[in-house]
């Protein structure tokens, strides 16, 4: 059974840092496309940046490039991600998301909240 579970989220001032952390299990990690997601109330969900799964080449939003760094730990089993200079605008659920890269297999996360405010 393969699970994605998030974990720190919280409640930041702008200007802040966190860092998010996905640990999957059920999956060998290092076959699979990581990436986070986010979700503002009212908006689509949008991503946030990704990384390959054998190259490890990132890409990321344009409204979080220079700010936030998205990594990996295959031997953990755990991609992170972490965000600085946050800013209110960032505020959202942020989902992890699996995409494998041998078959069609794409698994998703609960979230973890991200509030930024003063």
């Known amino acids: 059974q393969v699970q994605l579970v998030e974990s720190g989220g919280g409640l930041v001032q702008p200007g802040g840092s966190l860092r998010l952390s996905c640990v999957a299990s059920?999956?060998?990690?290092?076959?699979?496309?990581m990436s986070w997601y986010r979700q503002a109330p009212g908006k689509e969900r949008e991503l946030v940046a990704g990384i390959a799964g054998f190259s490890g080449t990132t890409n990321y939003a344009d409204s979080v490039k220079g700010r936030f760094t998205i990594s990996r730990n295959n031997a953990k089993n755990t991609v992170y991600l972490q965000m600085s200079s946050l800013n209110p605008d960032d505020a959202a659920v942020y989902y992890c998301?699996?995409?494998?890269?041998?078959?069609?297999?794409?698994?998703w996360g609960q979230g973890t909240q991200v509030t930024v405010s003063s």
């Open positions: 998301n699996a995409k494998s890269s041998l078959n069609s297999a794409n698994y």
């Open positions: 059920g999956v060998v990690l290092s076959l699979y496309a």
